[in-house]
């Protein structure tokens, strides 16, 4: 024992943990960076939206989402397009009710009417008598502006 | 650790011996483990929930959105109408191109490069309208409105094969084909 303590002397197995740190540091600061700017729009899942060369950031505004099967308001259903389709009215007559609420926008008066945004986010593969029956909803409510959601490319 | 306390008072040397032996030999100690502990949550955590595509936006330009004033002059507007079988170019009266679809395809080189020859025709216009059929799908017209929104020209002055981005028609309305 004694003799094999003497050829080898005993080195304190240590793990090399500084820079590991550093590592995790740097990954650390630069993802927490990189999920600082805040994203207004989630990009939900079973929606696939259009690439486009658009450099615009998306700001706050009323969400108007349209999956292949049914159409949103802030993450709230609020009809399907199997409805949608089947009715023939010119606007989607519960979309425009939930638009119409006044907690959505915070303002009533209407100087804010032009201001009000709302930013559509739809499957690229919907026709687009289906998103131009949406747009048309959201004019024919309060909403002065129409904002298309798009994935940078 | 024991190893070496073992060792301090093995030597037989007094306490307050040890305790100075102890103090030069052991460097002060982080509590690294529980730090990386965190560290590692974390970056797990922030991996997860990190997003790797941006979404932006496409601003439509609504004719209703800032009403009010007398209407403009007439002038030139580009339409872009999407049918299922091509594009047709109008002025809002007269047909000014049709570019039918190539293989089954859109063409939209053909449209850029119409739109470019358009935009230098027209230098100061920016508005232009992009119709769509019913039954055109909803990705035609982002990419219809990317074509005609900016294009890519050789870069004057620079190196061959180099290009620019040029601003075309940026006021875009969207709606319905005749």
Same mark, same amino acid.
């Given at each position: 024992?004694?003799?094999?303590?003497?050829?080898?002397?005993?080195?304190?197995?240590?793990?090399?943990?500084?820079?590991?740190?550093?590592?995790?540091?740097?990954?650390?600061?630069?993802?927490?960076?990189?999920?600082?700017?805040?994203?207004?729009?989630?990009?939900?899942?079973?929606?696939?939206?259009?690439?486009?060369?658009?450099?615009?950031?998306?700001?706050?505004?009323?969400?108007?989402?349209?999956?292949?099967?049914?159409?949103?308001?802030?993450?709230?259903?609020?009809?399907?397009?199997?409805?949608?389709?089947?009715?023939?009215?010119?606007?989607?007559?519960?979309?425009?009710?939930?638009?119409?609420?006044?907690?959505?926008?915070?303002?009533?008066?209407?100087?804010?009417?032009?201001?009000?945004?709302?930013?559509?986010?739809?499957?690229?593969?919907?026709?687009?008598?289906?998103?131009?029956?949406?747009?048309?909803?959201?004019?024919?409510?309060?909403?002065?502006?129409?904002?298309?959601?798009?994935?940078?490319? | 650790?024991?190893?070496?306390?073992?060792?301090?008072?093995?030597?037989?040397?007094?306490?307050?011996?040890?305790?100075?032996?102890?103090?030069?030999?052991?460097?002060?100690?982080?509590?690294?483990?529980?730090?990386?502990?965190?560290?590692?949550?974390?970056?797990?955590?922030?991996?997860?929930?990190?997003?790797?595509?941006?979404?932006?936006?496409?601003?439509?330009?609504?004719?209703?959105?800032? =009403?009010? /004033? !007398?209407?403009?002059?007439?002038?030139?507007? $580009? #339409?872009?109408?999407?049918?299922? %079988?091509?594009? *047709?170019?109008?002025?809002?009266?007269?047909?000014?191109?049709?570019?039918?679809?190539?293989?089954?395809?859109?063409?939209?080189?053909?449209?850029?490069?119409?739109?470019?020859?358009?935009?230098?025709?027209?230098?100061?216009?920016?508005?232009?309208?992009?119709?769509?059929?019913?039954?055109?799908?909803?990705?035609?017209?982002?990419?219809?409105?990317?074509?005609?929104?900016?294009?890519?020209?050789? =870069?004057? /002055? !620079?190196?061959?094969?180099?290009?620019?981005? $040029? #601003?075309?028609?940026?006021?875009? %309305?969207?709606? *319905?084909?005749?």
């Amino acid at each position: 024992m004694s003799l094999l303590n003497r050829a080898a002397p005993r080195v304190d197995a240590e793990l090399n943990l500084i820079p590991m740190i550093d590592v995790m540091s740097v990954l650390v600061t630069f993802l927490l960076i990189y999920t600082a700017d805040v994203e207004v729009l989630q990009n939900t899942k079973g929606i696939e939206i259009p690439n486009s060369t658009a450099q615009t950031q998306a700001n706050q505004s009323v969400v108007v989402t349209i999956t292949k099967d049914h159409v949103f308001v802030q993450g709230e259903m609020v009809a399907s397009l199997a409805d949608v389709t089947a009715a023939d009215t010119p606007l989607i007559e519960p979309l425009k009710k939930v638009l119409e609420r006044p907690m959505l926008f915070g303002d009533a008066d209407a100087a804010g009417v032009a201001k009000r945004e709302v930013t559509v986010i739809a499957d690229k593969s919907l026709p687009f008598d289906l998103v131009r029956k949406v747009m048309a909803t959201c004019t024919a409510t309060t909403y002065g502006k129409i904002s298309l959601a798009v994935l940078q490319k | 650790m024991s190893a070496t306390n073992s060792r301090s008072f093995a030597t037989g040397g007094s306490l307050l011996q040890g305790s100075f032996t102890n103090r030069i030999r052991k460097p002060t100690e982080l509590m690294l483990v529980p730090m990386i502990d965190i560290f590692t949550v974390l970056v797990t955590f922030l991996l997860m929930t990190a997003v790797f595509s941006r979404i932006t936006i496409l601003q439509l330009n609504l004719p209703s959105a800032d =009403a009010g /004033g !007398a209407p403009a002059p007439p002038q030139f507007r $580009l #339409e872009v109408i999407v049918r299922e %079988a091509g594009f *047709e170019l109008t002025n809002g009266d007269a047909l000014i191109a049709a570019v039918p679809k190539v293989d089954g395809q859109y063409d939209f080189k053909t449209l850029s490069d119409l739109a470019l020859q358009l935009k230098r025709e027209y230098p100061d216009v920016d508005d232009a309208s992009v119709l769509m059929e019913r039954q055109v799908k909803y990705d035609y017209l982002i990419q219809v409105m990317d074509t005609i929104r900016s294009t890519k020209v050789p =870069a004057e /002055g !620079a190196a061959p094969g180099s290009t620019t981005t $040029l #601003e075309m028609f940026t006021h875009i %309305a969207v709606g *319905e084909a005749p």
